[in-house]
């Protein structure tokens, strides 16, 4: 069989190291799974979860120009459904306005629409005579 990026191998723990371990292959190959290529979760010690002489199942995600074989356990086994993150929506504290009907015109549609970001302009408008006209930060020294 031959060693090829893609190829799902089993192979044997012969090494571990801090920053992960070494498989020993067929064919007398061996490779490194890097510590971030052992689990689906966040790994802080290899010994935690592989022993040396243990069978694990890898894929062989790279060799480099040297024939260095860079292999994943994670990747080799399959893939499971993610959650969401929220299972009720999260309020955002925006209120939503309420649709227009899809039978209106576009000219009464775009008379909404101006309406509405004529009030928020003037909002805007309002506050900023409250603070002296222009922003502080905005200020020049010929104001």
Do not use: C, W
């Not at 090494?15 to 070494?22: E, H, P, T, V, Y």
């Not at 120009?65 to 309020?91: C, D, H, M, T, W």
């Not at 504290?93 to 008379?111: A, C, H, I, N, Y």
Request: glycine share 12%; net charge positive.
């Amino acid at each position: 069989m031959e060693l090829k990026a893609g190829a799902i191998v089993e192979g044997k723990v012969t090494g571990i190291m801090k920053f992960g371990a070494f498989v020993s292959l067929p064919e007398g190959k061996s490779g490194l799974v890097h510590i971030s290529e052992i689990a689906n979760t966040y790994v802080t010690d290899v010994k935690e979860h592989l022993t040396e002489g243990q069978t694990v199942t890898v894929k062989i995600i790279g060799i480099d120009e040297s024939g260095r074989l860079n292999l994943s356990i994670k990747k080799a086994q399959p893939r499971e459904p993610r959650q969401p993150r929220y299972s009720e929506p999260v309020f955002t504290g925006v209120k939503k306005k309420p649709q227009v009907s899809t039978g209106d015109s576009f000219e009464d549609k775009l008379k909404a629409f101006m309406q509405d970001s004529e009030s928020k302009m003037s909002g805007l408008k309002g506050g900023m005579e409250k603070k002296g006209g222009i922003p502080r930060r905005m200020r020049t020294k010929q104001n």
